[in-house]
């Protein structure tokens, strides 16, 4: 089912994932057997028992694998460094069935960066998805607000999702448009 770009891979310990498309969270048990498809972002697609899972990145060891390293900014940074960290870890979240970034295909309509106290920001952030229907979409709401929160200076990420306008292919950035022959 899965081309030679997938990796085999056997759990080393019982850790958490989320079934794709449906979003229910379940344990995986230690032993478990099974295909890597995508790792992308830090988080990883697992293809197991004839089902996919999506398993984060904390849990990276399980696969034995390492995780990403948190996003770093220089004591003297300045709000347009924090947005570009801020696009960049955007950048960093994946849909666990297509293999490319939330920003590229379209899903992010909105991103604010606001002072708030002490030298800290807020990040409001207004998202869609795919499909209306899709159970990952609390998963990748709770991505894009964990990635964000790790952020050095950024005291509170909103994530709100919307669906007017409905997201179509036009969205998409080029390069994605190529990657999926959605040209």
């Known amino acids: 089912m899965y081309g030679q ?25 230690k ?3 099974g295909l890597i498809t995508q790792a992308l972002g830090g988080s990883f697609t697992v293809y197991l028992d004839g089902n996919l899972f999506r398993i984060a990145g904390e849990d990276a060891d399980a696969l034995g694998k390492e995780p990403v390293p948190p996003p770093q900014l220089p ?16 950048r960093t979240c994946f849909d666990p069935e297509i293999p490319i970034n939330i920003v590229d ?8 960066l606001q002072h708030a106290e002490g030298g800290e920001r807020d990040v409001e952030v207004k998202m869609t998805l795919t499909a209306p229907g899709c159970g990952m979409g609390e998963v990748l709401v709770m991505d894009v607000k964990d990635k964000l929160e790790i952020i050095p200076t950024i005291r ?17 950035s080029e390069a994605a448009r190529l990657q999926t022959g959605m040209y």
Do not use: H
Request: proline share 7%.
């Open 5 to 29: 770009d997938s990796e085999p891979v056997t759990l080393a310990r019982d850790c958490i994932a989320i079934i794709v498309p449906a979003g229910d969270q379940v344990m995986l048990r």
């Open 31 to 33: 032993g478990a057997r």
């Open 75 to 90: 004591p003297d940074a300045e709000d347009e460094d924090v947005e570009d960290l801020v696009w960049d870890q955007l």
């Open 105 to 112: 295909l379209g899903l992010i309509y909105e991103c604010k």
């Open 156 to 172: 509170e990420a909103r994530v709100e999702l919307t669906f007017d306008p409905p997201w179509n292919r036009d969205m998409m």
